[in-house]
T-cell receptor, first 113, second 110 residues
Framework: NAGVTQTPKFQVLKTGQSMTLQCAQD?????MYWYRQDPGMGLRLIYY???????DKGEVPNGYNVSRLNKREFSLRLESAAPSQTSVYFC????????????FGPGTRLTVL | QKEVEQNSGPLSVPEGAIASLNCTYS??????FFWYRQYSGKSPELIMS????GDKEDGRFTAQLNKASQYVSLLIRDSQPSDSATYLC??????????FGPGTRLSVLP
């Protein structure tokens, strides 16, 4: 996970509460991603950002908002948490050969009661 | 909807055997293919990438790609208990998006 950090590592919310998941990278890469991982469903893309100031929806964007205020940080916000958003959330960046590979942060485990 | 399919497993192999993991994908324009290993409670870790038809070897790992059949596989030779993990197949087209399979859980028995 070198270069990609996520906070918090764990969080428990009640239905209707809001929170922001933070992701930061120190590798000066342009593209950043937010995924959620649920048992049996693999990783699903929520939002991504190709560069500072731009964001695009992925496969499962409903219930989430994102913000890419600078090149280093990409945050994911849950405005009104629902039990269906209980999941493990991973931030990722592009890297490797021609920036064609993805590298993941350590993840945030979120439980919504 | 682009899809990547994998057998969920668990796939059990004895220590020292060859483990064979398979993946099929639906989008013919896919260009890049990846295998990630994920230990329980950890984040995915890239172990192999392959971009052209044929085999690519890296230590005990061999990735095989057949674009005509839309099929990619991962062979792990001399499997070790430390290889026990979930293996995720991922596919990328010309754009930004990766599509991940659900993963195959591998168990290497001592």
């Amino acid at each position: 996970n070198a270069g990609v950090t996520q906070t918090p590592k764990f969080q428990v919310l009640k239905t209707g509460q809001s929170m922001t998941l933070q992701c930061a990278q120190d590798m000066n890469h342009n593209s950043m991603y937010w995924y959620r991982q649920d048992p049996g469903m693999g990783l699903r893309l929520i939002y991504y950002s190709a560069s500072e100031g731009t964001t695009d929806k992925g496969e499962v964007p409903n219930g989430y908002n994102v913000s890419r205020l600078n090149k280093r940080e990409f945050s994911l916000r849950l405005e009104s948490a629902a039990p269906s958003q209980t999941s493990v959330y991973f931030c990722a960046i592009d890297g490797g050969r021609s920036y064609n590979e993805q590298f993941f942060g350590p993840g945030t485990r979120l439980t919504v009661l | 909807q682009k899809e990547v399919e994998q057998n969920s497993g668990p796939l059990s192999v004895p220590e020292g055997a060859i483990a064979s993991l398979n993946c099929t994908y639906s989008d013919r324009v896919s260009q890049s293919f990846f295998w990630y290993r994920q230990y329980s409670g950890k984040s995915p870790e890239l172990i192999m990438s392959i971009y052209s038809n044929g085999d690519k070897e890296d230590g005990r790992f061999t990735a095989q790609l057949n674009k005509a059949s839309q099929y990619v596989s991962l062979l792990i030779r001399d499997s070790q208990p430390s290889d026990s993990a979930t293996y995720l197949c991922a596919v990328k087209d010309y754009g930004q998006n990766f599509v991940f399979g659900p993963g195959t859980r591998l168990s290497v028995l001592p």
